[in-house]
T-cell receptor, first 115, second 112 residues
Framework: ETGVTQTPRHLVMGMTNKKSLKCEQH?????MYWYKQSAKKPLELMFV???????ENNSVPSRFSPECPNSSHLFLHLHTLQPEDSALYLC??????????????FGPGTRLTVL | AQKVTQAQTEISVVEKEDVTLDCVYE???????LFWYKQPPSGELVFLIR??????QNEISGRYSWNFQKSTSSFNFTITASQVVDSAVYFC?????????FGAGTTVTVRA
């Protein structure tokens, strides 16, 4: 596997379910990100991890819980979600924290539907 | 305040037409970076180009070209002789420090 992979690609869950999204990067990068992309809205940055430490949490509801066990893996644990949480969730990585000259590499996303 | 503005929500063209996507940004930093990404229907954002604030040279890569105008804070993207495979959502992004801000995206539809 190369680049950034995400599983599952599609997920349908009820509001009382608990599920997890997984992201894995094979690029040797040190920073990883979760974004939410809703229809007709800009990309929303949710969480940023650098060297496995969370460096940014953009006022995301506690029903979303990230986990970064090592620099190659990033999880997003979901529980008691709402229908408005239905969106495409994108994971990205970059060599260091995005800024200067380091572009982010994106995974294909998980299309989440909350019933 | 929105840092990156892509005023065009949707553009529809016929194959072989040229299409220009506008991007206007706002920053107080003197050092910053600008990016364009393409998001095809498959969903994955694909990096197209990076430009730093000190390099105002226009760039051409195949059918793609970029026009960076620091004086007007714009970084426009032109697809020449568009093809159906160019249909996608295109995002402009601004990097300041350790933050990357995306525009809302422009959906380009190229009809055969």
């Amino acid at each position: 596997e190369t680049g950034v992979t995400q599983t599952p690609r599609h997920l349908v869950m009820g509001m009382t379910n608990k599920k997890s999204l997984k992201c894995e990067q094979h690029l040797g990068h040190n920073a990883m990100y979760w974004y939410k992309q809703s229809a007709k809205k800009p990309l929303e940055l949710m969480f940023v991890y650098s060297l496995e430490e969370r460096v940014e949490n953009n006022s995301v509801p506690s029903r979303f819980s990230p986990e970064c066990p090592n620099s190659s893996h990033l999880f997003l644990h979901l529980h008691t979600l709402q229908p408005e949480d239905s969106a495409l969730y994108l994971c990205a990585s970059s060599p260091e924290l995005a800024g200067k000259y380091n572009e982010q590499f994106f995974g294909p996303g998980t299309r989440l539907t909350v019933l | 305040a929105q840092k990156v503005t892509q005023a065009q929500t949707e553009i529809s063209v016929v194959e072989k037409e040229d299409v220009t996507l506008d991007c206007v940004y706002e920053t107080r930093d003197t050092t910053y970076y600008l990016f364009w990404y393409k998001q095809p229907p498959s969903g994955e954002l694909v990096f197209l180009i990076r430009r730093n604030s000190f390099d105002e040279q226009n760039e051409i890569s195949g059918r793609y070209s970029w026009n960076f105008q620091k004086s007007t804070s714009s970084f426009n993207f032109t697809i020449t002789a568009s093809q159906v495979v160019d249909s996608a959502v295109y995002f402009c992004a601004l990097s300041e420090g350790d933050k990357l801000s995306f525009g809302a995206g422009t959906t380009v539809t190229v009809r055969a």
